[in-house]
């Protein structure tokens, strides 16, 4: 049977406007068309929306309080070489980092723009999860409160809400602790156990997101850090009542698709770069690559 809550996130037709309207043979039940991600004609034109994005990422996550000190770091591929990534450098404050700060790096961990610092376990994490994922565009990992806090219980996070059914079987859960990630058979383990799912609860560690946007990857984020908020806090008053599987998989069909991480983000960046516009700067330099090749 067809997941009428799909179609709220359908494409709009060629010139249509954004609207919705009754689905002529399921009374009661309304058809959404909503806004899709920007499409690029140059690969100039996608790395510099690609490097804002991120810039903004960091900018939000500053906002939320989702940082801490020096730990935590964002990664984006870059869209015309895709083996390699971009990266915040170590130890630079996500609420200051720019479009100039961030790195380029390969997977080898050689740093090929920029002359800051790499953070190792950026490297061996991230790195491992690009490789092993195709459609891992961009992944997110930060030392947030809640998610830590969750992290601890080594659990996956319960339907419990209809905004935790995002992550509704499409979360894994890390097992264990072996200390600061530095080397690469832990990056290969994490990368293992996150398998297809769009993020990782890493026991006593936190939380890690990916996806199909710098956009989607940052939202599942927040969105999961506020998920182990609402669980924690739910456990703590009582035993929650959980939302039945075929509803809570209905939903995840709707508010966990791809394209529902993507448009949920658009109001955080709205708000970043209406505080900060120093976030859209950007010359040519931001945009061209050249590598020497």
Known sequence: MENDAVKFFKAPEPGAKISFTKDPNKPGKFIFTMPQPPTFSSFAEERVHRKQRLVAAFRIFAKLGLDEGVGGHLTCRDPEHPELFWVNPFGRSFACITIKDLLLVDHNGTVVVGTSPLNAAAFVIHSKIHGAREDAIAACHSHSVYGKAFSTLAKPVLPVTQDA????????????????????????????????????????????????TVDEAAFWFIALDKACHVQLLAEAAGTPTLIAHEVAADSHQTVGSSLSGWFNFQPYYQMITREQPDILKVDDEDAQLNLGE
Request: charged share 20%; proline share 2%; glycine share 12%.
């Open 165 to 212: 059914c995002m992550f509704y079987e499409d979360h894994a859960v890390l097992p264990g602790f072996n200390g600061v990630v530095a080397d690469e058979a832990e990056g290969d383990r994490i990368a293992e156990v996150l398998g297809s799912c769009k993020a990782i609860v890493m026991q006593n560690h936190g939380l890690l997101t990916v996806g199909k």
